[in-house]
């Protein structure tokens, strides 16, 4: 079988990938590099910056450990830039690597649909190439949402791909929307020197999380001394003198260097062929049956292309059972009922299933168990004290949700994860004996809260 793959990002690599484990005759096509926005101007890059400044951070607490560092301390911009590249270079050629052994054949160049078995790729040099295939996999992702008021140019008004390959660091920068791009990028920037502003026109940073953990989070930014706004939003824009000016609805001015805009992503759908197939969309996006399928016989769509949560991780599970689905004619289905979602601030926010806002909204009997970081032993240790875990569970004791905001939140996440996608209680996991002393405690402690069982809760 012949299997030939749009797009080279988290969901079409390991698509492709998976394919060739099953037999297939695999072509991959991608007209950057491999890994797509998550490699290269995503998580990956976004990551390996954090950790930098996370290392400055370390260095600069370091006297409450009792570690003396002599000297002024301070931040190599360029060479930090240069160690994210390294990063991102290694990982795409891992990639590359994989297709190679695994007979994964890649073509550069933009694809489009020719019909539902074959596709026409157009390279760079303007050649085209024809690949025939039995089964398609539409995996081009997304791209960075600028309204058309905002001056963008890419260069004094950027998006997340253009400051994540700024070789020089901005002295001041306003970044428009508080989700997890904004956050993440602010407080990197930030713990760095540059003057950062956020500006967020719903009432909390990370609107899409718990409430409860948006405090914690608002609170250590003000602690860092990154000024922020909420509940306002951006009324004009205006580059004057190589600086950007903007109003905003409350008539307050902010005045930057750099702007950054970090609102959302749309579906890449640009030159693929699918208005001429009659592909059917939706708000711009493919629509896809509980099999990935689209309504064009042969041809399935996965990642941020599809109506479900712009995710890597999805991406890429999407991918798998789309393939096993294509390739072996299965009848598989993604589970989204328990979607991990995670932001590598400091300190990590963690979270899946629903939240405590959704739950009363769902009018669900619901109760919550909460455990602070201060009450574990690994946490006073660590000197990393700020957070806890929450965790939300229905009538019948089943574990519908969690939060969790601390240190490395995002892994203990997958504890929470695995409960969720299999309906335990929170007597079943409360009961497993956890590891100490360790940070994943507070799930076992918050699990206990549930019941007000708690050995030590003071309430």
């Not at 005759?25 to 490699?39: H, N, W, Y």
């Not at 660091?169 to 713990?191: M, Y």
């Amino acid at each position: 079988m012949k299997i030939v793959v749009i797009g080279g990002g988290p969901g079409g690599y390991v698509a492709a990938l998976k394919a060739a484990m099953l037999g297939a005759e695999v072509t991959i096509v991608e007209k950057g590099k491999v890994g797509g926005t998550c490699l290269n101007v995503g998580c990956i890059p976004t990551k390996a910056l954090l950790a930098c400044s996370d290392v400055l951070n370390h260095v600069r607490e370091a006297k409450k450990f009792g570690v003396n560092i002599e000297g002024a301390i301070s931040a190599d911009f360029a060479t930090i830039v240069e160690r994210k590249e390294k990063v991102v270079t290694q990982l795409v050629k891992g990639i590359e690597y994989l297709f190679e052994s695994r007979g994964v054949k890649l073509v550069r160049g933009l694809g489009r649909l020719v019909s539902n078995k074959e596709v026409e790729v157009t390279k760079e040099d303007g050649t085209k190439e024809s690949i025939p295939a039995d089964k398609i996999i539409l995996a081009t992702g997304s791209v960075p949402v600028v309204p058309r008021f905002l001056p963008y140019d890419g260069k004094n008004v950027m998006t997340s791909d253009e400051v994540l390959n700024l070789k020089e660091q901005p002295k001041s920068v306003t970044i428009v929307g508080g989700g997890v791009i904004g956050c993440e990028i602010g407080q990197f920037l930030n713990r760095l020197g540059t003057e950062v502003k956020i500006v967020e026109m719903l009432p909390q940073l990370l609107p899409l999380e718990d409430e409860d953990t948006a405090k914690i989070l608002q609170r250590s930014f003000k602690q860092e001394k990154l000024k922020f706004f909420v509940g306002d939003g951006i009324s004009t824009v205006e580059v004057e003198e190589g600086k950007v000016v903007a109003t905003l609805a409350s008539g307050k001015k902010v005045e930057s260097e750099k702007m950054l805009v970090a609102i959302g992503r749309r579906a890449y759908t640009e030159g693929l062929g699918l208005e001429e197939l009659g592909m059917q969309m939706d708000r711009g996006k493919v629509i896809v049956n509980e099999y990935l399928e689209t309504n064009v016989e042969g041809v399935y769509a996965i990642g941020d292309l599809t109506i479900s949560p712009d995710l890597a991780h999805v991406a890429s599970r999407q991918g798998i059972v789309a393939i096993e689905n294509a390739v072996l004619d299965k009848k598989k289905k993604v589970s989204y009922k328990a979607i991990p979602g995670c932001v590598f601030t400091e300190p990590e926010v963690a979270s899946v299933g629903m939240k405590e806002k959704q739950a009363k909204d769902a009018g669900i009997n619901y109760k919550v168990g909460k455990f602070d970081f201060r009450g574990l032993g690994k946490a006073q240790a660590m000197g990393k004290i700020q957070g806890f875990v929450k965790v939300i569970t229905d009538e019948k004791d089943v574990i519908i949700g969690a939060a969790i905001i601390g240190e490395r939140a995002a892994d203990m996440l997958g504890e929470l994860t695995v409960a969720c996608e299999l309906g335990l209680t929170a007597e079943q996991v409360g009961e497993v004996i956890h590891p100490h002393p360790t940070l994943c405690e507070g799930i076992m402690e918050a699990l206990h809260d549930v019941h007000k069982q708690c050995v030590h809760s003071v309430e």
